[in-house]
């Protein structure tokens, strides 16, 4: 029940906040989210004495389709980054700006997103993705930026089309389970390990479709970059943050142990297409001008790597995965909020057109710099632990594969660095003369993620230890369908 208090705590919150006042939105979603922070801190401490108590499973729908829901370490981890970004993406968006009604679309986001990460059962799953749409939709369309209308429409077309092919496939392995059917996910990975080889390659490739456009994975990633800069940077937070880990939650949690053979045939395919990825995205970083474009194409070859290491089934490629999942969205959305205070102070995301902050916002030149190595992995940071894990995993599944997405450690401080000495250093310009150092919600933000970078990168054993027995036991039912 605990599991189904962190869904549906959201949704009241939604609902709550259309009836605040523009003036108490701020401070109130605030504390909303912090009690479902809080809520999680409680399930948190079910996980390893009374698991029991974050599992319920009823039956929903006369079709087979049950009210299934569960938190193992692979979801717990998910969940977690999902609680704990929210009060910062709401802490970083406290400017006025935004009304009662953005805040209620921002739980129910969330609402649908723990569900994601939550469900285990496949039409459950297939809900709560979907539903996850409709919010970041509004959210860009009412609050974004230029063209916002047009760039908004092609990310729903995107998403929704790979969702319904997902749905195809989901529903061909739902119609081979015996007597009745069920979505059920135990059953749902039972049928469709018995499959053929060639079915469970159309299923393979009809789910890796939809994943691979949420991630995004090449060649399904030109809708991204657009909705990354349009997109309010509240909204940005949220889709680089939390959004994008459904689709790496997926591969993992739906794919793989669904159809092994599938993945099997397909697996190096994927995984060349994530690599490609990486380098793809890391080039075009190099040369953008545009800081916030900039991170949206780093997004993509972090993305890269971490569907790469998933790919492999290795469980130091699984585990890197799941910590990197954490380690970039705090990242990613400590990096857009610097690009939002740069163009609240100087109205352009123009680098050329900075340099020298560091001479007159000390505070913000270092908090931005342990963000930013974070995101480039130095070690006994975050970033670190997760890409070491992951080249590890795939240089276990192949050499050359590694040797290729490793590229992404020096392709990542060649731009990151270079931004940042484009914008802190050097001599102040006219633009940058009079930058502001840091305000009281802008420290609280950009040095909470600061310290989560640091104290993750020096003692992640907590979470290793959490994921360790969920990564064996998920290896398991994926390599009884090998054998099979």
Known sequence: M?????????????????????????????????????????????????????????????????????????????????TLLMPLIITASSSGYYSNRFYALVFLMQMALVGVFTAMDGFLFYIFWELALIPIYFICLMWGGEHRGRITFKFFVYTLAGSLVMLAGLLFVYLQTPGDHSFLIKDLYTAGQNMSDEQQGWVFWAIFIAFAIKMPVFPFHTWQPDTYVTAPTAGTMLLSGIMLKMGTYGLLRWLMPLVPMGWKMWGNTAMILAIIGIVYASLIAISQKDYKRLIAY???????????????????????????????????????????????????????????????????????????????????????????LLINGIYQHNFWMAAVAGLTVILGAVYMLRSYQSVMLGETKQ??????????????????????????????????????????????????????
């Open 2 to 82: 605990i599991t189904v208090a962190l869904i549906f705590f959201p949704l009241v919150a939604a609902f709550v906040m259309l009836f605040i006042k523009r003036q108490q939105a701020e401070l109130t979603a605030f504390y909303l989210a912090l009690a479902e922070l809080g809520l999680f801190g409680y399930a948190a401490t079910q996980l390893s004495s009374n698991p029991t108590a974050l599992s319920l499973d009823v039956n929903w729908l006369p079709f087979g389709a049950h009210f299934a829901v569960s938190m193992d370490g692979i979801s717990f981890l998910m969940v977690l980054l999902t």
């Open 298 to 388: 780093s997004s993509i070859a972090h993305v890269g790597l971490i569907a790469a290491g998933l790919l492999t089934m290795r469980t130091e490629g699984i585990t890197g995965g799941l910590i990197q999942m954490v380690a970039h969205g705090i990242n990613v959305v400590g990096l857009f909020f610097v690009a939002e205070i740069l163009m609240e102070r100087t109205k352009t995301h123009d680098i050329t057109a900075m340099g020298g902050i560091r001479g007159v916002a000390p505070k913000f030149a270092l908090l931005f710099l342990i963000t930013l190595l974070g995101s480039v992995a130095l070690p006994l940071t975050n970033g670190f632990v997760g890409e070491f």
């Open 431 to 484: 633009l940058t003369e009079g930058f502001k150092d840091l305000d009281t919600n802008e420290t609280t933000v950009l040095l909470t993620v600061s310290v989560l970078v640091i104290v993750l990168g020096v003692f992640p054993k907590p979470l290793l230890d959490i994921v360790a027995p969920a990564v064996e036991e998920l290896l398991q039912v994926f390599q009884s369908g090998l054998i099979k």
